[in-house]
């Protein structure tokens, strides 16, 4: 089958409304603040798996999700798009979907993660903020949160448009630094959905709740927007931030690889 590129947000969303939870990022990313920067392609003539490259960031990102059942499809959609995958790339992908770019493309670093979804808001809203105090960020705060950052998280993907749509939240300490903050890498109430990222802590206050003040107040903040898709990713071996999670009313709802692929 032939690789055909996809340009209706509707049939886009129908595809990924079967499986919310798999595809919380691509519903995000019909939004119309990220839309124009999404490229989505398929094979003719099925109603397989979609995968997504998306332009913004030091190098573009290529989404592509599927069930174990239709990993074969997804393997296959990669295939074909050998022609057109930019020369480097990150790419998120289940199963063992990469493997079929690996005689076009070498992989400098590979990660498990996995992605949780809110399946218990009630925990989320019954979360104690402890010594903390969140309040929500805007691009205002821009230059506070690129430093923090540095300090707590250097190398993170972070997109500084999404401090304008107001689901970002940090606390501060008696000095009034910014010392930890939550935000969203996609957040589309139209969808309503939203992927929760960028969550970091200065290292001195590491431990001490301020991460988890400021996810459960970005989680009480969606759900007055009316958006109760919520989902975010995580290191699979990481088990202090999954448990975390897990207390805020996440739950593991699928598997995937990160890769940074470059061109032979």
Same mark, same amino acid.
Request: aromatic content about 6%.
């Given at each position: 089958m ?21 595809? $919380?990022?691509?519903? !995000? ?38 069930? =174990?059942?239709?990993? #074969?499809?997804l ?8 022609? +057109? ?31 949780m979804?809110?399946?218990d808001?009630? &925990?989320?809203?019954?979360? =104690?903020?402890?010594?903390?105090? =969140?309040?929500? *960020? ?7 949160? $690129?430093?923090?950052f540095? &300090? ?11 401090l ?11 000095? !009034?630094? $910014?010392?930890?903050?939550?935000? +969203?890498?996609?957040?589309? =109430? ?18 001490? #709740? ?11 903040? $969606? ?15 990481? %088990?202090?931030?999954? #448990?975390?999670?897990?207390? *805020?009313?996440?739950? +593991? ?9 470059? %061109?032979?």
């Open positions: 032939s690789l055909i590129s996809l340009h209706d947000k509707a049939a886009l969303a129908a595809r990924f409304e079967r499986d919310p939870a798999l595809h $919380l990022m691509e519903l !995000g990313d019909l939004d119309d603040l990220l839309w124009p920067h999404t490229t989505w392609y398929a094979l003719a003539g099925g109603d397989g798996p979609v995968a997504l490259v998306y332009g913004v960031g030091e190098i573009p990102t290529v989404l592509g999700f599927a069930r =174990p059942s239709r990993a #074969g499809a393997e296959e959609l990669l295939r074909a798009m050998l022609p +057109v995958l930019p020369r480097r790339f990150l790419a998120h992908l289940t199963g063992g979907a990469g493997e079929v770019l690996s005689a076009a493309y070498t992989v400098e670093h590979r990660d498990a993660l996995v992605r979804t809110l399946t808001p009630d &925990a989320a809203a019954a979360h =104690p903020r402890g010594e903390w105090l =969140p309040r929500t *960020l805007d691009a205002g705060d821009l230059a506070e949160v $690129l430093a923090l540095a &300090a707590a998280y250097p190398g993170n993907w972070f997109d500084e448009r999404m304008a749509t107001g689901r970002y939240t940090g606390v501060r300490d008696a000095d !009034g630094v $910014l010392t930890a903050v939550a935000g +969203v890498h996609v957040y589309s =109430p139209g969808h309503r959905v939203a992927v929760i990222g960028n969550v970091a802590t200065l290292p001195s206050a590491r431990g001490r #709740g301020a991460a988890g003040a400021c996810v459960a107040q970005l989680c009480r903040l $969606l759900r007055e927007d009316g958006v109760d898709r919520v989902g975010l990713n995580v290191h699979a071996d990481h %088990a202090t931030a999954r #448990g975390l999670y897990e207390r *805020l009313g996440f739950t +593991v709802s699928a598997a995937f690889e990160e890769a940074v692929f470059s %061109a032979r």
